[in-house]
């Protein structure tokens, strides 16, 4: 028998209202946030496109809900292959680096696993064959990695000027600017 979420999920679909509301949902049921993590890294359930969806909206406002689970989250980045699972994951990732390296009192405390974890999966998404909403992700969550990492910043010029020409006019702005700041 299918679960209350899976149930509720059942119902969501890519209309950003109905996300919102399903993700409201779940911030008013905390309950529900353990099931929502491992239906996201679940490829073949049916529903694990719409949780990541969920989890990306809830992370807007309870970013902190993730911290227990982090290296499950992290560790698990990899398995994800359907693009509409990546893209909401690729902006969680960005939110969960931008939150560690703030450093106020709500900031998210990651491990250095997690960041090697975190290094690698946004390479990954950064040279694969992933819409251009992941790669931009990718490219600020690297940008803001290569500021406490010495090695990154020269990769990522590499492959930002190397595959400029190949790409959309969104691509292009956001690895433009992030080339800016680094040079």
């Known amino acids: 028998m299918p679960s209350e979420l899976q149930i509720k999920l059942d119902y969501v679909n890519a ?20 099931e929502l993590i491992s239906i996201c890294f679940s490829p073949s359930d049916k529903n694990n496109h ?26 698990n980045l990899k398995i994800l292959k359907d693009e509409s699972s990546i893209r909401p994951i690729a902006k969680v990732v960005q939110l969960l680096i931008k939150s560690h390296y703030n450093k106020d009192k709500n900031s998210i405390l990651l491990s250095e ?27 600020r969550t690297l940008y803001v990695l290569g500021n406490h990492y010495d090695w990154i910043h020269p990769e990522l010029k590499v492959i930002l000027d190397k595959d400029f020409g190949d790409h959309s006019a969104a691509y292009k702005a956001v690895a433009k600017e992030v080339l800016k700041k680094i040079k």
């Open 15 to 34: 209309y950003r209202e109905n996300r919102l509301i399903a993700a409201q949902d779940i911030l008013e049921n905390p309950s529900l946030f353990d």
């Open 113 to 139: 696993e997690n960041l090697q974890d975190c290094i690698e999966a946004s390479f990954d998404w950064l040279i694969n064959d992933v819409k251009v909403a992941t790669k931009a992700y990718s490219i």
């Open 50 to 75: 719409k949780a990541c969806w969920i989890l990306e909206f809830v992370s807007y406002e309870e970013l902190i809900w993730l911290q227990p689970h982090l290296d499950f989250f992290f560790s």
